[in-house]
């Protein structure tokens, strides 16, 4: 596995942002330099990868949807960022390839909430996660780096492109498993500790409520639940 092809897009992709977009960063003196760890953040659009990775002084190896893998050209760019598959639905196969990459010492992210998700349906907004990522962290006893991203769901809005938004990451203190810490337990103060992360967020930047996440179809102007 090559990092070369991660290091070129990380940075191809944090300049094209740059000149659509206003980031304000804080917290990547948690991300650990070296070893297995996991990147969990929120999911509030499509863009987060590319956001919430490039700025990170390590490779990150992120999951993409299946379908993206379908197409040659795109296939080919993802698997050279040391990208890899997942299904919609549970799938075996990427929990094993997360375990592989993780046992190699490298810095995987998960979106824990599998799906985008914002107001009451999202962990911010109070709702459950599902348990397979903190579950994954417990069972092979890796840090998890908490992460929250706000403002990206705004690039929905095609107007937004020209604006220059603001986009806002906090990258939290690394989760380690406490003695006899059971995998609810750790799960419990991950989310804890998004929550705090989120309303530090708010209190520091002085956001508002347009600043907070949106589902896509609510930022097209589109009638539609949260996904």
């Given at each position: 596995?090559?990092?070369?092809?991660?290091?070129?897009?990380?940075?191809?992709?944090?300049?094209?942002?740059?000149?659509?977009?206003?980031?304000?960063?804080?917290?990547?003196?948690?991300?650990?330099?070296?070893?297995?760890?996991?990147?969990?953040?929120?999911?509030?659009?499509?863009?987060?990868?590319?956001?919430?990775?490039?700025?990170?002084?390590?490779?990150?190896?992120?999951?993409?949807?299946?379908?993206?893998?379908?197409?040659?050209?795109?296939?080919?760019?993802l698997?050279?960022?040391?990208?890899?598959?997942?299904?919609?639905?549970?799938?075996?196969?990427?929990?094993?390839?997360?375990?592989?990459?993780?046992?190699?010492?490298?810095?995987?992210?998960?979106?824990?909430?599998?799906?985008?998700?914002?107001?009451?349906?999202?962990?911010?907004?109070?709702?459950?996660?599902?348990?397979?990522?903190m579950?994954?962290?417990?069972?092979?006893?890796?840090?998890?780096?908490?992460?929250v991203?706000?403002?990206?769901?705004?690039?929905?809005?095609?107007?937004?492109?020209?604006?220059?938004?603001?986009?806002?990451?906090?990258?939290?203190?690394?989760?380690?498993?406490?003695?006899?810490?059971?995998?609810d337990?750790?799960?419990?103060?991950?989310?804890?500790?998004?929550?705090?992360?989120?309303?530090?967020?708010?209190?520091?930047?002085?956001?508002?409520?347009?600043?907070l996440?949106?589902?896509?179809?609510?930022?097209?102007?589109?009638?539609?639940?949260?996904?």
């Amino acid at each position: 596995m090559s990092d070369q092809g991660y290091r070129c897009s990380a940075w191809f992709t944090n300049t094209l942002l740059k000149a659509f977009t206003r980031v304000e960063l804080s917290g990547l003196e948690h991300i650990p330099p070296a070893g297995a760890a996991i990147l969990a953040g929120n999911h509030i659009s499509h863009f987060d990868p590319y956001y919430i990775g490039p700025p990170i002084p390590r490779p990150v190896d992120f999951m993409a949807m299946e379908e993206f893998f379908h197409v040659p050209v795109i296939s080919a760019w993802l698997r050279w960022a040391n990208v890899f598959p997942v299904k919609r639905s549970t799938d075996g196969l990427a929990a094993r390839e997360a375990i592989r990459r993780l046992k190699q010492g490298r810095l995987v992210s998960i979106f824990p909430e599998r799906g985008l998700r914002a107001g009451p349906t999202s962990l911010l907004g109070g709702a459950q996660m599902p348990k397979g990522t903190m579950a994954l962290a417990h069972r092979l006893e890796v840090p998890v780096v908490p992460c929250v991203i706000l403002g990206s769901d705004r690039l929905y809005q095609w107007r937004d492109w020209f604006a220059r938004i603001n986009i806002w990451i906090r990258y939290g203190e690394p989760l380690r498993l406490l003695d006899g810490e059971t995998a609810d337990e750790f799960q419990n103060r991950y989310e804890r500790a998004m929550r705090t992360l989120y309303d530090s967020m708010i209190r520091d930047y002085g956001l508002q409520e347009d600043d907070l996440p949106q589902n896509p179809q609510r930022r097209k102007g589109k009638a539609g639940s949260n996904v």
